[in-house]
């Protein structure tokens, strides 16, 4: 059973950054494939990133390269989501994943556990 916790939301100029974190709990988490989605209002949930279970590979859904980063560290129990350049639609609640397993996956029915989403509001 893993508990995943975001934090780092908030309200953002345009052209501003964040960097979202998410927490999570028990001691296997090394073992755990992560992923960050996105839903904004009226729309459907949609992927961000995902990375392996040590970091070392990391996969970005085609419109948000460039901009969003997935980091991990392991050490700290911790998946991280830098974003910059924040546009107005990238206004959303982010949530984080996790699956118990090795590889990337980019497919929300694919994941097992999910936060409770943290919000990101940018303003232009």
């Known amino acids: 059973q893993v508990q995943l916790v975001e934090s780092g939301g908030g309200l953002v100029q345009a052209g501003g950054s964040l960097r979202l974190s998410c927490a999570a709990s028990?001691?296997?988490?090394?073992?755990?494939?992560m992923g960050w989605f996105r839903q904004a209002p009226g729309k459907k949930r949609e992927f961000v990133a995902a990375?392996?279970?040590?970091?070392?590979?990391?996969y970005y859904a085609d419109s948000m390269k460039g901009r969003f980063t997935i980091s991990r560290d392991n050490a700290k129990n911790t998946v991280y989501l830098q974003v910059n350049s924040l546009k107005p639609e990238d206004t959303a609640v982010y949530y984080c994943?996790?699956?118990?397993?090795?590889?990337?996956?980019?497919?929300?029915?694919?994941?097992?556990?999910w936060g409770q989403g943290t919000q990101v509001t940018v303003s232009s």
């Open positions: 994943a996790a699956r118990g397993s090795s590889g990337l996956y980019y497919r929300a029915f694919e994941y097992t556990y």
């Open positions: 990375i392996d279970w040590r970091g070392g590979d990391t």
């Open positions: 028990g001691r296997t988490f090394s073992s755990y494939a």
